[in-house]
């Protein structure tokens, strides 16, 4: 069956750097749109970045320069290099696929 697995979240204090993961199976990984949303406490879920079969990516303007999203084909693997974190962007973080499949999310806190 389909799955998608994040891992990397925890507590980073603000200006810190955290890597996400996001293991999948269960499909052909390397033919899906690949990317990372998140939501945090009482607001809508909302796309950060975004990474194509053939590796074009996409960036919601709050974090470029900052996000760095990557994918490895061989691994079936999706990751998200975060930056300069900021307190408001505590929220859970999402790996997605093709608009179709969701993971379990990853908990991003930022505070000291």
């Known amino acids: 069956q389909v799955q998608l697995v994040e891992s990397g979240g925890g507590l980073v204090q603000p200006g810190g750097s955290l890597r996400l993961s996001c293991a999948c199976s269960?499909?052909?990984?390397?033919?899906?749109?690949m990317r990372w949303y998140r939501q945090a406490p009482g607001k809508e879920r909302e796309l950060v970045a975004g990474?194509?079969?053939?590796?074009?990516?996409y960036y919601a303007d709050s974090v470029k320069g900052r996000f760095t999203i990557t994918r490895d084909d061989a691994k079936n693997t999706l990751y998200l290099q975060m930056r300069s974190l900021k307190p408001e962007e505590t929220a859970v973080y999402y790996c997605?696929?093709?608009?179709?499949?969701w993971g379990q999310g990853t908990q991003v806190t930022v505070s000291s």
């Open positions: 990474i194509s079969s053939d590796g074009s990516t």
């Open positions: 997605n696929a093709g608009n179709a499949y």
């Open positions: 269960g499909f052909t990984f390397s033919r899906y749109v």
